[in-house]
């Protein structure tokens, strides 16, 4: 078995990347930071990046020197780490405190196991059209959520800290090691998949808002490279109408991987 990447990543325009990308010896991980609502502190003194790059730390060094641990494991061991480099700084117990939404990936030589947790994305070409899809998309279907109209439309800050992190609501990784037990996950066949992206939502809006099929994307990124679906993004946003319509940032960070499988 031999996996090659392809991999590209860009802030939003005038903005700071809060994406956060790693690749090693047969996985894949994809972080977009989940960064505080205006005139919240979260009860961090770090800024978003700080928070995402010390995950990604953590992560890749799990998965690295704990191969065989479930996916599960090194997201709960990772978190844990993350939070012990915090010290005594701040207060984690803060339900909006800074984290990151993920998308994991590991391939063995029998099968090939995935994790994620918010509003990133795993993709698995399995040949002739087939996709899996796995986009964790409990923030989109909360009960009764508010929407604030302002910049961009989203949910009350009150409100969100009474579902992140919560049974019933919606889980970021940073601050709550319980967040690796209520990730999606599952497992494939190895020999059932040719490709795997992952991505943050910057990425995923493609299909989201913009009406792409994953197999357009897939075509796109196998004739031009990951930098083209940034540039896709791009384009999207720029041309659309109404971008208020959507709930969220007009333009986000877009951040992509995607792996080859191929035979021994």
């Known amino acids: 078995m031999h996996i090659t990447y392809t991999a590209a990543t860009t802030a939003a325009p005038n903005s700071t990347n809060e994406d956060h990308l790693a690749v090693g010896d047969g996985w894949a991980l994809v972080l977009d930071g989940a960064g ?67 998308a994991i990936v590991r391939v063995r030589e029998d099968r090939i196991d995935w994790l994620v947790v918010g509003d990133c994305a795993v993709v698995i070409d399995q040949g002739q059209d087939i996709y899996t899809t796995v986009i964790d998309d409990r923030v989109d279907h909360l009960p009764n959520a508010p929407i604030v109209e302002g910049q961009v439309r989203t949910y009350s800050p009150d409100y969100v800290a009474t579902v992140r992190n919560k049974p019933g609501g ?26 795997v992206l992952l991505c943050s939502d910057g990425i995923s809006r493609l299909t989201e808002r913009y009406g792409w099929s994953w197999q357009t994307v ?47």
């Open 170 to 195: 919606f889980w970021v990784l940073g601050s709550s090691p319980a967040a690796a037990e209520h990730a999606l996950v599952g497992t494939l066949p190895q020999h059932a998949a040719t490709r």
């Open 36 to 102: 505080r609502y205006p005139g919240e502190t979260g009860g961090c003194i770090h800024p978003v990046t700080w928070v995402v790059t010390r995950l990604g730390i953590h992560l890749s060094s799990c998965l690295s020197q704990q191969p065989e641990q479930p996916l599960t494991t090194i997201v709960r061991s990772a978190v844990e780490a993350t939070m012990a480099d915090h010290g005594s700084t701040c207060d984690l117990s803060d339900p909006l405190s800074p984290g990151a939404t993920g």
């Open 218 to 264: 897939m075509a796109l990124h196998e004739s031009d490279g990951p930098e083209s679906l940034i540039r896709a993004v791009r384009e999207c946003e720029h041309s659309d109408p109404n971008p208020q319509r959507w709930r969220g940032k007009r333009h986000d960070d877009a951040t992509v991987v995607v792996m080859r499988v191929t035979g021994a």
